[in-house]
């Protein structure tokens, strides 16, 4: 997944059931509660944003017909708002005018997010080291969408003896996910998002349901046959992620959501492009193959040849297309990056340069995917952070 470069898993956070408790009792102040009557305007904002990704994806691929990719809105998992507040709500529990769940739940407020943080810090080191240059709200914000995208991904990675418990676990995520745009908390962590959701309106629910629908598709589907099969499921499994950030990063002056969209989802598709060719190895021990049947067909390379490790010049010419169509991805995301706000192009940039430099790496490692992982140390993570302020701050230099 999009920027999840550390192990699966993550260390179970200590939430007594006190805890538990107080952030299902704990409501949010008055000033930050929708009310009902807005609830028409946000469906229209989710229909729009709907069809604006639609149109991103459909342009950024000529002949690619993005029907059904994108989550309708409230659809996937049922209405996001139902009118009456949900049991257990901020909304529900506000009513109750309890000042001491309201003082309780700001503490834990403060705990959840910095759980999230401690997530992030450990399992996304490359972006946790570029959110040092947000604002203090914008890096709250971003560990509580991390802590999520972290969580999804560990329900696909822990052990299970068969698809079916998986696919119904990823069925009550939806829900739950869905609950907390409604304003409930499950446990400590989901407080923290709950929260940013209040935050920022902007932040649609359409891109979780929509990464949920990437975790199921590897339940349906272990084969690729074109590109365009592969490219929705970059878009839900990475792309998606650039959807939820955008309303938290924002964008530069007078530059608008629709006008970096394409930059973002790209970024997204180059992103899963290097995580696909990096893992290669991993994945054929797993029966799964991620690279286009076409293009296996197109340079020879039969599924038993790549399977068994075979590295002949036809495996070579085949992963040297490959790594020249992300960085042709990279290159679409790279005219994006002044559109953003400006205290978000540094992380973007250096997150850009490092993870684009694992295919330097696999070039590096003679096209051997199968037997050696390529990745970029944190000396040389560190190393490229001048370079990135310089494209950043000074772009005439064209570095």
Known sequence: MLWLDGASGYAALPTTRAHADAVRRSPLPAAQLQSSSSQPAQQQQQQRQQSVVTGALEAMLPGYVANGAVSEAGTSYGDVSSGAPLTGSIGALLATGDSQALARREQLLDESYEACR??????????????????EEKRRAVFAIYAWCRRTDDIVDKPRKENISLRRELSEWGTRTRDVWNGRAHDLLDLALV????????LTIEPFEDMIKGMVMDLDQNRFETFEDLYLYCYRVAGTV????MPVMGTAPGVSFEAALEPALALGVGLQLTNILRDVGEDRVRQRIYLPQEDLRRFGVSEQALLK???DEKYVALLKFQIQRARDWYAKAESGIPLLAPDCQLPIRASLDMYSSILDKIEGNNYDNFNKRAYTSKMEKLM????????????????
């Open 118 to 135: 401690v997530i992030t810090k450990q399992y996304a080191k490359t972006f946790y080291f570029g959110t040092k240059f947000f604002s």
């Open 195 to 202: 929260d940013t959701v209040q935050k920022y309106p902007e």
């Open 242 to 245: 650039g959807l939820m950030m």
């Open 309 to 311: 490790g075979v590295k």
């Open 384 to 399: 490229m952070l001048p370079r990135a302020y310089l494209r950043v701050k000074a772009p005439d230099l064209d570095l």
